[in-house]
Every structure is written in structure tokens, then in C-alpha cells.
């Protein structure tokens, strides 16, 4: 029927389980024909075991910090150069506003404003170099 191989204290034994009738069972070890009873048979769960690490804190202990707002970003459409700024930093600005001009493919491509603020910082200079994505201006 099966065979195992089995290693007990260093000694390696081959088991055969030639026939099992009810509670009588044949079995050869090593060689050596056995007859035996079975008791029970050893039924293993299937249910996998959980291994988790302790909970240093539970959830809802400690401080909670708060992230302070970042304001609205306006990033580069797509790659290429400043060729103007129209704004300087503490300029309110509306919604739809031109704020530079971008030079890309040998075009002039208008930047605006998508809400309503005021200019806090202006990352590039006339005549940089951006990336698409950049960040121009932080309102």
C-alpha cells in the first residue's frame, strides 16, 4: 500500500504497510514482516496555526499627529523650460489665472492656476530646466 523511510535516534528504517483489515495490520520494517494492531488513527487539523507578534500598542493608544496641509502644488504639464514667470511669491491669484509660461517642443504652453490662492513659493527660475511633474508653484 505506502512506504515511508523514517529516522529515529540516527537509525534509518523503511516501513511497507502491506494490508490493513479493520484494527490488524501488516507492515514490514526493514525487511522484517510485523504484524499490528491499530488503536486510533492520528488525524492532524487542517486548520492552519496563527503565529502573530505581541501588540506593542493597541490600536487607538498614542498620540495622533496631524499632517498639517501642504496647500495646492502645480506641476509641470510635461517637460521642458521656463520661459516666464507672471507671478511672484505672495500674489493672490484666481482660479484659471496665467502663472508661467512654459516653453515645450518649441512651443509656448500657459500654465494656470486650477483654484483660487496666493503664492507661497516658486521652485524654478526663468529659463530652467523642468521634468514633467515638477513642482512649479505651491499656493
Do not use: C, W
Not at 522484517?32 to 493597541?58: A, D, F, G, I, M
Not at 516666464?84 to 515645450?104: H, Q, R
Amino acid at each position: 500500500m505506502k512506504k515511508y523511510k523514517f529516522t529515529i535516534k540516527g537509525t534509518d528504517y523503511n516501513v511497507h504497510i502491506k494490508n490493513i483489515e479493520g484494527q490488524d495490520a501488516t507492515i514490514e520494517v526493514n525487511g522484517t514482516e510485523y504484524n499490528v494492531q491499530l488503536h486510533q488513527e492520528v488525524k492532524q487539523s487542517k486548520t492552519p496555526k496563527l503565529v502573530r507578534k505581541p501588540v506593542v500598542k493597541k490600536p487607538g493608544e498614542g498620540t495622533i499627529q496631524k499632517v498639517a496641509a501642504s496647500g495646492i502644488k502645480v506641476t509641470a504639464p510635461l517637460p521642458g523650460n521656463v520661459f516666464k514667470i507672471l507671478v511672484s511669491v505672495g500674489d493672490e491669484v484666481k482660479k484659471g489665472d496665467n502663472l508661467m509660461i512654459l516653453e515645450a517642443m518649441k512651443m509656448e504652453n500657459n500654465v494656470l492656476a486650477e483654484k483660487d490662492g496666493v503664492i507661497k513659493t516658486i521652485k524654478p527660475s526663468e529659463g530652467d530646466a523642468v521634468l514633467q511633474g515638477d513642482v512649479l508653484i505651491e499656493m
